[in-house]
């Protein structure tokens, strides 16, 4: 599982898609202005199914991988930049994403950190 990421200057915009297995990918609006803050979208990306899509600047993006394994390919409109990076708890019941798993994911120790959606700096 990957936490929900973004980076709070030089945003990026992504075109992601999933050349071999499957995941389930999740991108939530923390712009504070938008009609949608704080709401989301997910949807099965895989191999299979070929979908691919597009998270604007200014969405936090996360996903879990359903299958044993998963390559992952993203088009991003501007660099990753580390010193940027922020993150949202995976599970911020705020933002309420039923994510089609069983039990705790596994997580890296970095995508432990997740703040929540309340206390997330957002964009304007």
């Given amino acids: 599982m990957r936490r929900l990421n973004y980076q709070i200057r030089q945003p990026q915009g992504k075109l992601v898609r999933v050349v071999q297995g499957a995941v389930f990918d999740v991108a939530v609006d923390i712009r504070r202005s938008s009609p949608t803050f704080g709401r989301h979208v997910g949807l099965e990306l895989s191999a299979e199914n070929k979908r691919m ?11 879990v991988v359903l299958s044993d394994t998963a ?5 991003t409109t501007d660099y990753w930049a580390p010193e940027f ?4 708890a995976w599970n911020d019941p705020a933002i309420g994403i039923h994510w089609p798993i069983e039990g705790e994911p596994a997580l890296s120790a970095k995508d432990q950190l997740g703040t929540s959606l309340v206390d997330a700096e957002h964009f304007a």
């Fill in 53 to 63: 899509l597009w998270i604007p600047e200014g969405f936090a993006h996360g996903f």
């Fill in 71 to 75: 390559e992952f390919l993203y088009k």
């Fill in 85 to 88: 990076e922020r993150s949202i």
